[in-house]
């Protein structure tokens, strides 16, 4: 692969982790509670806390994270993280550490770390979609 | 003691100390600095205060020079924390009674004030910079429009003294960068309408420690004693690369005018 095809891909995971990370955060201040949103209504005759949408309730959570879509999106942007962040160490140490057998066995180094890193993040996913975890 | 003063300048306004770094690598010494009283006369520049410790002060001062009128590029040194040519830097208009001189930074030393510039010169071969063409002798002249020649024209102004690639953090850290200058000469080359060798440079410049090393920190530009602005060259190769993963560069090379015969009739 060619070094421009490679920046290129930098740049544009950088944009997408940008765009899919701002979807999780979006995501996570929809569930938040703020001082507007009732989290809760206490049934004082049965005892019980009835929930009301937008919470951060684990059950709620996980019921959210676990839909195909969240599931695929968590997955794309594993994807994009993990390409922009080793490609980015290694244009780092590259530089640092420039030209000869160290800079080859960075790069394989850092491939086979980001493939470790990628398959623990999918399985993590995989997982929860399964019901899991 | 009666100062000695240098013909053809103006009368002497005051004294600067000249702070010069000296180093040997044939003595095995580490590098130092050294102080020399300079009379500073109304036109001197830098390089005239050099040459003045070199003739009355310390004969054993290495300085690399040649034109003394910012044409040659020889001259390029460190004067008070920037890259400048010592030429062209005028000592009354830096305004300081102190001035620090140091070799460029990211060669190596030959002696004193002289840097190891082959760093320089092989980067600069390796992008090949003239035009690439197949036939040996061309019969007639490539033709090109004003406008074609506008788009590579303030990049033919380098006159290769390397203060560019002094000043580049990415050259500090990485030994392999290609560097603001040779990449600025690629692009000069590879937009000229006469050129056919970007495949040729495709190698050099979009490779690990090519073009898109470039930190667009812009020391390049702002150090050019000649207006050449690399940043912009490099971030312009840049687009030139982008592109070329979508849709291929193609250079057509420039239409021909008609034949003509040499000046002694021979065609
Ligand atoms: S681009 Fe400017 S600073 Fe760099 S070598 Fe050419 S003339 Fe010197
Ligand atoms: S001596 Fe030629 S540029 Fe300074």
Redesign the interface.
Same mark, same amino acid.
Do not use: A, C
């Given at each position: 692969m060619? /070094?421009?095809?490679i920046?290129?891909l930098q740049y544009l995971t950088g944009i997408l982790v940008l765009v899919f990370g701002s979807f999780h955060f979006l995501l996570i201040s929809v569930l938040s509670p703020s001082p507007e949103k009732i989290l809760y209504i206490y049934n004082g005759a049965n005892a019980t806390h009835v929930l009301v949408g937008g919470t951060l309730y684990y059950t709620w959570v996980k019921a959210v994270y676990s839909s195909l879509i969240w599931g695929s999106v968590f997955e794309l942007l594993l994807t994009f993280l993990v390409y922009h962040v080793f490609n980015g160490f290694r244009?780092i140490l590259? /530089?640092?550490i420039?030209?000869g057998r160290a800079?080859k066995i960075i790069t394989y180094a850092l491939l086979v770390v980001a493939l470790v890193v990628f398959i623990w993040g999918s399985r993590t996913v995989v997982v929860s979609l399964a019901g899991g975890l | 003691m009666e100062t000695l003063v240098l013909k053809g300048f103006g009368e002497v306004v005051k004294t600067v100390t000249f702070r010069v770094r000296r180093y040997d690598p044939e003595k095995k010494e580490i590098p130092k600095y050294e102080e020399y009283k300079v009379p500073v006369q109304k036109g001197m520049t830098i390089l005239d205060g050099i040459l003045y410790i070199k003739e009355h002060l310390d004969h054993s001062l290495s300085a690399r020079y040649s034109c003394r009128m910012g044409i040659c590029g020889s001259c390029g040194m460190i004067i008070n924390g920037k890259e400048k040519l010592a030429c062209q830097t005028q000592i009354l208009e830096l305004g300081k009674d102190l001035i620090k001189v140091d070799p460029m930074g990211n060669y190596g030393i030959v002696k004193d004030l002289v840097p190891e510039l082959s760093k320089l010169f092989n980067n600069h071969q390796s992008v090949k910079p003239f035009i690439v063409r197949e036939e040996e002798e061309p019969k007639s002249e490539f033709l090109q429009t004003p406008d074609q020649r506008e788009k590579y024209a303030m990049f033919t102004d380098c006159i290769l003294c390397g203060l560019c690639l002094s000043a580049c953090p !990415?050259s500090a850290? =990485?030994?392999?960068?290609l560097g603001p200058q040779a990449l600025a000469q690629s692009f000069r080359y590879i937009v000229d309408n006469r050129d056919l060798g970007f495949e040729e440079r495709?190698n050099v410049v =979009?490779?690990?420690?090519?073009?898109?090393?470039c930190h667009f920190s812009g020391a390049c530009s702002e150090v050019c004693p000649k207006g050449v602005d690399p940043a912009l060259a490099i971030q312009l190769l840049?687009k030139v690369? !982008?592109t070329?993963?979508f849709v291929k560069y193609q250079q057509k090379g420039a239409t021909r005018g008609p034949e003509r015969k040499s000046a002694l009739g021979v065609s």
């Open positions: 060619r /070094e421009s095809q920046m290129f244009v590259s /530089e640092l420039p030209g800079e | !990415t850290s =990485d030994e392999l960068y495709l =979009d490779s690990k420690h090519g073009v898109w090393r840049r690369m !982008t070329n993963i």
